[in-house]
Nanobody
Framework: QVQIVESGGDLVHPGGSLRLSCAVS????????LDWYRQTPNNTREWVAL???????LYKASVEGRFTISRDNSKNTVYLQMNDLKVEDTAVYYC?????WGQGTQVTVSS
């Protein structure tokens, strides 16, 4: 059974950076495409980024150029490097594989 565990969320100032990690166990990680979603304080769920099994990437327009999604198949882990964070990036960030979701990690951007 596939399990997903996110980590790396924190409180940062605007303009700061964070790297989120998503550790995946079970299944064949190399065959997985994985997404990051986020749920904002007003409970809006937004898709953020995708990395395919062939390492192609896609981004929500408002994060492109600031966020980078990557994967390390040797560690069964996906990363979301977030730079130049803005208050509107505040959310619980979730890593997903198909219909499977992790428990989320809180990112708060505040001065």
């Amino acid at each position: 059974q596939v399990q997903i565990v996110e980590s790396g969320g924190d409180l940062v100032h605007p303009g700061g950076s964070l790297r989120l990690s998503c550790a995946v166990s079970g299944g064949d990680f190399r065959l997985m495409s994985l997404d990051w979603y986020r749920q904002t304080p007003n409970n809006t769920r937004e898709w953020v980024a995708l990395v395919t099994r062939s390492d192609s990437t896609l981004y929500k327009a408002s994060v492109e150029g600031r966020f980078t999604i990557s994967r390390d198949n040797s560690k069964n882990t996906v990363y979301l490097q977030m730079n130049d964070l803005k208050v509107e990036d505040t959310a619980v960030y979730y890593c997903t594989e198909g219909h499977l979701w992790g428990q989320g990690t809180q990112v708060t951007v505040s001065s």
